[in-house]
């Protein structure tokens, strides 16, 4: 069983940089593909980004590309979310999610979940 708790979420403004983390336990480190999923009020939970196992491989939503950065470290067994150049629309709880299908942008894919972690975005 596989645990995932994020932390770094909070209140920013415009333009404002935050690094969300994503630290898991119970499971073997470096052997899960890690995705981001963020949702809004009202909306659907949507596909951020994913990393492979080793953190050479990643892909992200179009509307993030060059704003936001996927890493991992796999010796402390966390993943990371760099997020620069914030914008309202990038308000939403975001969750990390664990699964083995590869780089997949599809929730029902991932079978662990960690239970949020809250992104303001006021201008």
């Known amino acids: 069983q596989v645990q995932l708790v994020e932390s770094g979420g909070g209140k920013v403004q415009t333009g404002d940089s935050l690094t969300l983390s994503c630290a898991a336990s119970?499971?073997?480190?470096?052997?899960?593909?890690i995705a981001w999923f963020r949702q809004a009020p009202g909306k659907e939970r949507e596909f951020v980004s994913v990393?492979?196992?080793?953190?050479?491989?990643?892909s992200y939503l179009d509307s993030v590309k060059g704003r936001f950065t996927i890493s991992r470290d796999n010796a402390k067994n966390t993943v990371y979310l760099q997020m620069n150049s914030l914008e309202s629309e990038d308000t939403g709880v975001y969750y990390c999610?664990?699964?083995?299908?590869?780089?997949?942008?599809?929730?029902?894919?991932?079978?662990?979940w960690g239970q949020g972690t809250q992104v303001t975005v006021s201008s």
């Open positions: 999610a664990a699964g083995l299908t590869g780089l997949d942008t599809r929730p029902e894919y991932y079978r662990y």
């Open positions: 990393i492979n196992r080793t953190g050479g491989s990643t």
């Open positions: 119970g499971g073997i480190p470096g052997v899960y593909y």
